[in-house]
């Protein structure tokens, strides 16, 4: 067994189907040339010749990067099923096990993690290995676009994420509320919604869906109102409204939770306040989990 000592599932990938991998997960044809170790021009010449074989075009081009096609997009999860297959024949060969072939899942930090939470429960059950990574809606919608992640969930409406290679739902919808540690919260109660006026609040970031329809309620009931603390990250603005005096909005889907963690109660609901959950899913990786 000491010849498979150094043996990779690449090593048995078709050079075509590298080439393709690599250069969708570097975004660059120079760029997997130089991983691969082979000239510009003949990876360049394995990825024509694999559009040919194939029957369409692999990449179009955005500015300085390639974008997978739809036809290439098939084409590319086929290549990385058959390099996950290559995986689990070398580790078939070791007697070791092989690799299950993750679902790459983008969260927004701006959706609630009860609720991404429930969003997955479905692929957890069924045995799919998850691989998570949160981070801003603009640059997890490009990841998806780029095809490094299968399955996005975000507060934003995917309006320019529709196409033949993706699909996407309404995931939920919740009310919001306000909440507030208990002393805070009994005064806020007093004369609301106009009370919110005279208090200090912990918002969602100016860029967030939620946030636009949160100012356009304070401008009704309560335009006095002082932010003192923005975040993108919704979970942080729990531990302001922990630590200090300050009111946050809170979904209502989430607000038992988040009352029992931090110690919060509720204030008041935002009358017309509602925010909206969205999955975007590769339609060729990734099964309908709702």
Do not use: N
Not at 161 to 173: D, K, T, Y
Not at 209 to 214: A, D, F
Not at 228 to 246: G, K, P, S, T
Request: proline share 5%.
């Amino acid at each position: 067994m000491d010849e498979l000592k150094d043996l990779s599932g690449e090593d048995l990938l078709h050079p075509e189907l590298a080439a393709l991998v690599h250069t969708v997960r570097l975004g660059t044809v120079s760029g997997a040339a130089r991983e691969l170790g082979v000239s510009q021009p003949a990876l360049s010449a394995r990825l024509s010749r694999l559009g040919k074989v194939t029957g369409g075009a692999l990449f179009v081009r955005d500015g300085r990067k390639l974008r997978l096609t739809a036809h290439g997009a098939r084409v590319h999860d086929g290549a990385l099923r058959v390099a996950r297959g290559c995986d689990a024949l070398v580790a078939l060969l070791r007697g070791t096990p092989g690799p299950a072939m993750p679902l790459r899942v983008g969260t927004s930090d701006a959706v609630p993690k009860l609720v991404v939470r429930k969003i997955l429960a479905p692929y957890v059950r069924a045995g799919m290995r998850l691989q998570c990574v949160e981070w801003a809606g603009e640059h997890l919608e490009r990841e998806l676009r780029a095809h490094r992640l299968d399955l996005l969930i975000t507060d934003r409406e995917p309006v320019g994420l529709r196409g033949q290679e993706l699909v996407s739902r309404v995931a939920g919808r919740s009310r919001v509320c306000w909440c507030a540690r208990p002393d805070l919260a009994r005064a806020l109660r007093r004369d609301y919604p106009r009370s919110i006026g005279d208090a200090t609040l912990a918002l969602p970031a100016e860029s967030s869906p939620l946030r636009e329809r949160i100012e356009r309620w304070l401008q009704r009931h309560a335009p006095r109102a002082r932010v003192a603390v923005e975040a993108e990250d919704r979970a942080l603005l729990h531990h302001f409204a922990q630590a200090y005096r300050m009111a946050i909005p809170v979904a209502r889907s989430t607000a038992q939770a988040v009352e029992r963690q931090f110690g919060l109660v509720r204030v008041g609901d935002l009358a017309g306040v509602e925010e909206s959950y969205y999955v975007v899913r590769s339609r060729w990786r990734v099964p309908d989990g709702s």
